[in-house]
Structure formats: C-alpha cells, structure tokens
C-alpha cells in the first residue's frame, strides 16, 4: 500500500514537472494600469503561436524593485519611460529593445454619474470628503496626479484629502467602491471601446503633467528567449494596437 | 536612524494596537465565556466563526472590510446615519477592522482559561452564596489570569503585525493609516533600504522582547 502511494505521488510530481518544462512560458510584469488590455493582448499571443504569457501585475516601482533582486521576468511593461531605461543602465535589460507600446492618459473619476464635470472644477469647490491618487513614488500615474495638482496650484488645499493606493489599480478600487468620492485613475481602467464605461471623468489635459509614456523592455533574463522577443514584437501589431487603443492610449 | 515619519508611523501603530486590544478584552470576554459554558448547538458555527481570521487571507479580509464599511454596505450606511461619516481611509477604520482581524487571537485563550476551570470552583463560590458577578470577578478572572495575559499580549502584537487589511482599506495616509508595517512596504518599494532596516530590525526585536515575556511570565499558559 505505502509503494503505492509513494509511486501514485512520485508520477504526479513527474508529470507535474514535465507539464511545466513543456509549455513555453513568457513571465512578464505588467504595469497596473495595463491589466485588461494585456490579458487580451496575451491571450491573442497564445492563440497565434501557442506560447504563453504569465502576467504579473503590479505598480511599476514595485515590479522594478522585484527584477532588480531576481524576479524571473523577462519583459516589462512599464507605466514610464525612466523605470525601462534604469533598467538598461544597470545592466538587467537587454541595450536597444526599448519601444513605447503606449501614452496614457490621466482621469479624474468618479463612480457617481453627475460628480465630475468636464472641467474638473469640482477639484477647485473642494466638495469632497476624499481624493484618491496611486502613491506617486510608486507608479507613474500617481506622479502624474502629483504633477497635476501642483500646476493647479491646489495642492496645499486638497493635501488634507488625499488618499493613496499602493498602485494604480488599487486606486482604482478605493473610487470604484465609493470609499473615495472621486480620484486620478489611468483612463484605460474606466474606458472601453471609446467611452466610460460607468461613472463621470475629466480626461487630465496632457499640459497639466509630463506625458506618462509607457516602455516596455526585454530583460536580461529573457535575452535568449525568442518566445520573448515574439510577445515583444507582437505589441506592435495592427491587432495590438488596436486593443491598445480602445483603452484610451494614444499610439506612437 | 529613524525619520521622523518613522516615529508619527510607531506612536500610530501602539496607538491602534492599544485601543484595539482593549476593546477585544471587552467584547471577548463574554463571548469566551458563552462558548466556554454553551451546549448550544450554536457553539461549533460561532467557534468556527470566531476562527475564521486566522485562516482567511487578509486581502479576504480587506476586500470584505472595504465593501462593508463603504457607501453602499450596511456598516457604511449605519456609520453614515448616525453622522460619523464613513470609515475606510481612517484611524477608526482601523480599529474596527483589526477588531475583526484580531478577535481570535484574545477570545481563544480567554476561552480555553475559562474551560480549564471547571465546574467545581463556581460551585464552591455558589454554596457561599456568591452572586453570579461577584463570581465572575472574585473567582473566575484571578484563576483565567494566565490566558488574559496571553490573550492581552497577542492581541496587541498580533494588531501591530498586521499588514494586508491595512493596506486595503487605510489609504496611505500618515498619522491616520501609515503604520509601521505599511510604512517598511513603503520603503522597501522605494528602495530605500537603510531606512527599511531601520524600521523592520526594530519590529524583529519588538516581536521577539514581547514573545520572550509572554513565555517567561506564562511558561504554562497555553498558547492560542
């Protein structure tokens, strides 16, 4: 009886092993605010060539510290131009592989339909109880929001009101759940097919913050992985860009 | 080596742990009581609910916690009614959902202490014609005491170590939500190391100094 088991355990971890030596696997970390577009991007990938993409998501500070002590993947996509090219200086991606997949744009939304005007005045009558933003030493979006509040000049006001997410899609959800009565969200999270999905927005205009121009990099683990160089490429087709930009992106 | 904002994140973090503590000692005790007397069939679902923070992830946690206390969950409604606003992204906020993530922590030793007293002393007490209450507090707590100090010092190390919850509902804000656990997250994101071992040394020591007093002061209370 005790053979058996231990025979019945020691095939399930063979094939265990074997399953996950076979499938060609891309790890790839995902900035936050690039979740539902990658997930369809990713799944078009394996549809086309049956390689897979395991996504990471994360905020873009995060994910930088995690490859920087050793995390296995071997793409980013960054919310930023900086965190792709630090990468490259430091040695950890590969030199020349550093393309904008997409610029994203900054919206002040609310879940409630009326809150938010098209001018984002509401910022100014400070009728709010809570202003989420992504923590702007973190994620891009959230230096964005910083960025923007101090052009307004309405930072030292609002101070008192603002609350942080860890990332981006945590920002997301403090809004979306009616916790913060409004706050700076990555306008791909709240729009589909060219318009809000639920709630009221102000699309941030591009002059009020440094465009927040999303890199993606292949990294020194990936280097000699042409599965990955693939999923790379595959970012820039017509298919792709075309998911990207019913987010709300704007393409190179 | 500690930044200022590192110590507005401590005094936050005793603060909560404090107030936290306190009121599970309040709540717990009758509810360690009930279970420890029921036969109620009712026993096994509220032991197991009891319990239930000890095996759930605290995103489970958090995740429930933001949509109860929010604007369309029934504690945010009843916060809102009686004009104490809404408790996501602050300090009291925490309190009432570390109340949650800790309860076990201090209704399971108090429970076993009280088991482990039996029929015998209470009957005593009755035949001296001891009123219920002056039981309670003359016979029952004296001999419960080891599990009270369990129950006190895990309670409030077990809140200062909490971490997912707080990230979920807190909102980063300092002096309000920013504790100590969340500060370290901060700048071990931020790479800032030096001041992330500032920070995290201190907790490894703490965590430690507090274990050691439980078991020097309580080597035969039973652990939770």
């Known amino acids: 009886m005790r053979i058996k088991i231990v025979a019945l355990c020691s095939s399930l971890l063979t094939l265990i092993l074997l399953a996950s030596a076979m499938a060609d696997e891309i790890p790839v970390a995902v900035a936050a605010n690039f979740t539902a577009p990658m997930q369809?991007?990713?799944?078009?990938?394996?549809?086309?060539?049956?390689?897979?993409?395991?996504?990471?998501?994360?905020?873009?500070?995060?994910?930088?510290?995690?490859?920087?002590?050793?995390?296995?993947?071997?793409?980013?996509?960054?919310?930023?131009?900086?965190?792709?090219?630090?990468?490259?200086?430091?040695?950890?991606?590969?030199?020349?592989?550093?393309?904008?997949?997409?610029?994203?744009?900054?919206?002040?939304?609310?879940?409630?339909?009326?809150?938010?005007?098209?001018?984002?005045?509401?910022?100014?009558?400070?009728?709010?109880?809570?202003?989420?933003?992504?923590?702007?030493?973190?994620?891009?979006?959230?230096?964005?929001?910083?960025?923007?509040?101090?052009?307004?000049?309405?930072?030292?006001?609002?101070?008192?009101?603002?609350?942080?997410?860890?990332?981006?899609?945590?920002?997301?959800?403090?809004?979306?759940?009616?916790?913060?009565?409004?706050?700076?969200?990555?306008?791909?999270?709240?729009?589909?097919?060219?318009?809000?999905?639920?709630?009221?927005?102000?699309?941030?205009?591009?002059?009020?913050?440094?465009?927040?121009?999303?890199?993606?990099?292949?990294?020194?683990?990936?280097?000699?992985?042409?599965?990955?160089?693939?999923?790379?490429?595959?970012?820039?087709?017509?298919?792709?860009?075309?998911?990207?930009?019913?987010?709300?992106?704007?393409?190179? | 080596m500690l930044e200022p904002a590192d110590w507005t994140a401590i005094w936050l973090t005793l603060r909560l742990a404090t107030i936290t503590t306190l009121i599970l000692l309040l709540l717990g005790t009758p509810v360690a009581w009930w279970l420890a007397r029921t036969r109620s069939r009712w026993k096994g679902p509220l032991v197991a609910l009891v319990a239930l923070p000890i095996v759930l992830p605290p995103t489970v946690l958090g995740f429930y916690l933001l949509l109860f206390m929010g604007p369309e969950g029934p504690l945010g409604q009843l916060t809102r009614f009686l004009g104490l606003g809404l408790l996501p992204f602050t300090f009291w906020g925490l309190v009432v959902a570390s109340s949650f993530y800790s309860l076990p922590f201090v209704v399971q030793p108090i429970q076993n202490a009280f088991e482990a007293i039996g029929e015998r002393p209470l009957e005593a007490a009755a035949t001296l014609r001891a009123s219920p209450l002056d039981t309670f507090f003359s016979v029952v707590v004296p001999l419960a005491r080891p599990g009270y100090l369990t129950a006190t010092v895990m309670g409030f190390a077990h809140t200062i170590g909490e971490f997912g919850v707080v990230l979920m509902i807190g909102g980063n804000i300092p002096g309000q939500t920013r504790v100590v656990s969340v500060q370290i997250f901060d700048h071990v994101e931020s790479m800032a190391y030096p001041q992330a071992h500032g920070l995290a040394a201190s907790m490894v020591v703490f965590a430690f100094l507090v274990l050691l007093v439980l078991y020097t002061l309580n080597p035969t209370g039973r652990r939770p």
């Open chain 1, 40 to 252: 369809m991007i990713a799944a078009n990938f394996e549809r086309a060539t049956g390689r897979r993409a395991v996504l990471s998501f994360g905020a873009t500070g995060t994910l930088y510290a995690q490859i920087k002590n050793g995390a296995p993947f071997e793409i980013l996509l960054a919310a930023d131009s900086a965190t792709p090219a630090k990468l490259e200086q430091e040695g950890l991606a590969v030199p020349g592989t550093r393309a904008t997949y997409a610029i994203g744009k900054l919206m002040l939304w609310s879940a409630k339909p009326d809150l938010v005007d098209n001018h984002g005045q509401i910022l100014k009558t400070g009728n709010f109880k809570h202003l989420a933003l992504a923590a702007p030493q973190l994620a891009p979006y959230g230096a964005a929001a910083m960025e923007t509040l101090t052009k307004l000049e309405l930072l030292t006001a609002l101070q008192d009101k603002l609350v942080q997410g860890e990332n981006i899609a945590q920002t997301h959800q403090f809004v979306s759940t009616g916790n913060a009565e409004l706050g700076f969200v990555a306008l791909s999270q709240v729009y589909e097919n060219g318009k809000l999905r639920s709630g009221s927005g102000w699309i941030v205009p591009a002059g009020l913050h440094t465009p927040i121009r999303q890199d993606a990099v292949l990294l020194a683990k990936g280097k000699d992985h042409p599965s990955a160089q693939a999923l790379l490429q595959f970012l820039h087709n017509n298919q792709s860009r075309k998911i990207i930009e019913s987010f709300g992106y704007e393409l190179e």
